[in-house]
């Protein structure tokens, strides 16, 4: 190899060493949840990150102002699926699904004040044999 052969290479392999790097801390910062117990979500996933919000204070105005009950995006039921699998809960540490995203984001809930934020036994029985979560 040429010496401009040998610079150009190894100039190659520092620009792919800056991109793995790079690339390493992008996934670094982003928090890292427990995975669902089961799936599809109720919505496409990436719907739900930017709206779930939304829907979910939407069903609590409909559910305590106008008693309309089996809503489709039950926070009851957001607890059962993304709950961990180790404890049960949707919060605890910056691993855990609710928590550990609003941590991240810096947002404050009050929901679980009054919301259980463990799953419910049925739930927690029928996630039991945990087989490759639907990622
Ligand atoms: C039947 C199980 C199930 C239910 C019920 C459910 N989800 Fe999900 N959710 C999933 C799965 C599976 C994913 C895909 C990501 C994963 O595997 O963790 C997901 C993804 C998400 C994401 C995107 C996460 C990310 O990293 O971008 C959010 C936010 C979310 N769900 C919130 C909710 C909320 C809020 C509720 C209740 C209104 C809910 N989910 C109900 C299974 C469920
Ligand atoms: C002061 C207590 C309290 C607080 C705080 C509270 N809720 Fe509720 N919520 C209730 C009660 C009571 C009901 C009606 C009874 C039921 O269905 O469990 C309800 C029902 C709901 C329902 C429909 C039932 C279900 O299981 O999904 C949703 C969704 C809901 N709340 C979401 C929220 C969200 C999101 C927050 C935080 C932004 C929140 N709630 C904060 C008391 C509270
Ligand atoms: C992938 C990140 C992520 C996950 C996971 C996540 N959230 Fe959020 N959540 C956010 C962000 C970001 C906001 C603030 C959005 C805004 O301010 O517009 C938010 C806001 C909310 C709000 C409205 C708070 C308010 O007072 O305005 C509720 C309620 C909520 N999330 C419930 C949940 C529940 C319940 C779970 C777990 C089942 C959950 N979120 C999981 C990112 C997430």
Do not use: N, W
């Amino acid at each position: 190899m040429t010496a401009a052969g040998t610079l150009r290479a190894a100039l190659a392999a520092m620009l792919l060493l800056a991109v793995g790097a790079a690339g390493v801390i992008a996934r670094a910062a982003a928090p890292a949840l427990d995975a669902a117990r089961s799936g599809p979500c109720v919505e496409d996933p990436l719907v739900m990150r930017r709206s779930h919000m939304d829907f979910l204070k939407h069903d609590r105005d409909d559910t305590v102002r106008r008693g309309i009950r089996g809503v489709k995006h039950s926070l009851a039921a957001c607890v059962d699926c993304h709950a961990s699998k180790s404890d049960g809960r949707v919060l605890g540490s910056d691993r855990h699904f609710c928590q550990g995203c609003h941590r991240y984001a810096a947002v404050k809930l009050d929901c679980f004040d009054c919301h259980a934020s463990s799953a419910r036994p049925a739930a927690t029985a029928a996630a039991a044999p945990v087989s490759g979560a639907a990622r």
